[in-house]
């Protein structure tokens, strides 16, 4: 069978706007995707494609998580639906006294139900998320102590909260000896510097520790997870201690001690194979008022500035980013449940997207939620149920797939069915399709079953947040 190549790259089946990809779930209507979970698309006359999810807080089945592109913190950037069939399956923590220990019995696998994409990637390497995130209750990246960075936080209890600004004071972050005597931790899961520093290293980093041949790392297994945890700690036993040996391997359920300089000579002294250490991390918010408690915070991520809705007050912000309509993801709650939002954009005609006050005004008057955080939006606005992608991320086919000029091409090929010009998109951001192309046969063949177009390919984004 043959076909027009023009019209292999560019005709757009517009009418695949009015489904919900994998789903069965119809527009205005709430339908159960999991065990305590809920997934319902909006339509609006804005026009507006809006995708929620909703997470039944009372039910214990029911949790959230965070995922980590390509299973490392290292550096790695993977599509959602990636990253939520990594997670489907894999061990949790979650309603279970330990890890699976030999003393504990086995932890309960995930079904990651829904995901969504998190936060933005950190400059310079764009490689790793923004500082901040807990996973499966390990807090292996640090939030930054900054005046512009608010985290929605998830606990152990299931109670949630949307923290502001927050501080590490430096007699809280510490390893404390067998012989009682405590050691201040600079840094989680970074590039330890050679000028001298203890930096804690989890199985979140990578395989191994990245380390050069200087220097001492302990091996430590611990019997929990690597908790937000003060003034209790969080205990482990000493497995092996390695002087100059180079990068260490970082087991499931342990930690690595590197240090470097005078912390080496400090640590190699206070140290020894079978000893019973405790881990202690603090956070606090920036307010001293502040009620919030980030001990046992079972998974967080940090975002930026708009945290747009709350106490069910919309926050206004001048920046260009929130007064001018773009696709959005946001995560919001109310006392009994926790919501995902992506809204589509940048489709003429189909859906324009939002700005932070009418993604304040959807979350507050249509889902009423109490409070609401902006998550990375634009081309990185993805949500994906039961492992199928369920939006239309906005970013268009890449590069190569678009006649050059596109002006040269008929109306009727250059444009959707419904007149939706076609976008291009710089391939140097991320590899990215408009998510559903077909093929359209000439109208002359005599054969005219349609060819499927390119396969879905969504924006690698660094982290996200997954019910």
């Not at 290293?201 to 908790?227: C, K, M, N, W």
């Not at 400090?266 to 000893?275: E, H, M, S, T, Y």
């Not at 260009?320 to 926790?338: E, G, K, L, M």
Request: hydrophobic share 35%.
């Amino acid at each position: 069978m043959k076909h027009s190549p023009k019209l292999l790259l560019v005709i757009i089946i517009m009418t695949a706007f009015a489904g919900v990809v994998g789903t069965g779930a119809e527009a205005g209507a709430w339908q159960p995707v999991g065990e305590g979970i809920d997934y319902r698309e909006y339509i609006l006359p804005d026009p507006n494609r809006v995708y929620v999810a909703r997470l039944d807080r009372s039910n214990p089945s029911a949790s959230i998580e965070t995922s980590i592109a390509e299973g490392r913190l290292v550096d790695g950037l993977e599509t959602i639906s990636s990253q939520a069939a990594r997670y489907d399956q894999s061990l949790s923590w979650w309603g279970q006294t330990g890890f699976p220990h030999e003393q504990f019995s086995p932890g309960t696998r995930n079904q990651v139900v829904v995901a969504i994409n998190g936060t933005f990637s950190l400059p310079p390497e764009y490689k790793q998320p923004w500082e901040g995130q807990v996973h499966s209750g390990w807090y292996m990246w640090r939030f930054k102590d900054s005046e512009t960075r608010n985290a929605f936080v998830w606990k152990t209890d299931r109670s949630v909260f949307i923290g502001g600004c927050v501080r590490h004071p430096d007699s809280k972050q510490l390893l404390h000896y067998a012989n009682a005597s405590t050691h201040e931790i600079d840094g989680v899961n970074v590039p330890r510097s050679e000028e001298g520093q203890l930096i804690l290293y989890s199985a979140q980093f990578d395989r191994d520790t990245h380390t050069d041949d200087t220097g001492i790392e302990v091996l430590v297994e611990l019997s929990t997870p690597l908790l937000i945890s003060h003034p209790e700690q969080i205990v482990g036993t000493v497995r092996t201690v390695r002087v100059n040996r180079g990068s260490t391997p970082i087991p499931f359920d342990h930690i690595v001690l590197s240090a470097s300089g005078q912390d080496a000579t400090r640590l190699q002294n206070n140290i020894a194979v079978g000893d019973q250490i405790g881990i202690s991390q603090y956070v606090r918010n920036c307010d001293e008022n502040s009620t919030h408690d980030w001990n046992n915070t079972f998974a967080a991520m940090v975002s930026n500035d708009f945290y747009f809705l709350e106490n069910g007050v919309f926050q206004y912000d001048s920046d260009p980013y929130a007064i001018y309509r773009h696709p959005r993801t946001a995560v919001a709650h109310n006392d009994d449940f926790v919501y995902f939002i992506v809204v589509d954009g940048r489709y003429e005609g189909v859906s324009l997207g939002m700005t932070m006050e009418e993604l304040a005004d959807f979350a507050l008057n249509e889902l009423d939620a109490d409070h609401a955080l902006n998550l990375d939006g634009g081309g990185s606005s993805t949500m994906v149920v039961n492992g199928q992608v369920v939006n239309f991320p906005s970013d268009g086919v890449p590069d190569e797939f678009i006649p050059d000029p596109l002006e040269t091409l008929p109306a009727s090929i250059a444009f959707g069915l419904q007149g939706v010009p076609l976008k291009t998109h710089s391939t140097k951001v991320a590899q990215v399709y408009l998510p559903l192309i077909s093929i359209s046969p000439e109208e002359t063949d005599p054969d005219p079953d349609p060819t499927p177009g390119p396969d879905i390919v969504e924006r690698a984004v660094p982290n996200g947040l997954m019910m």
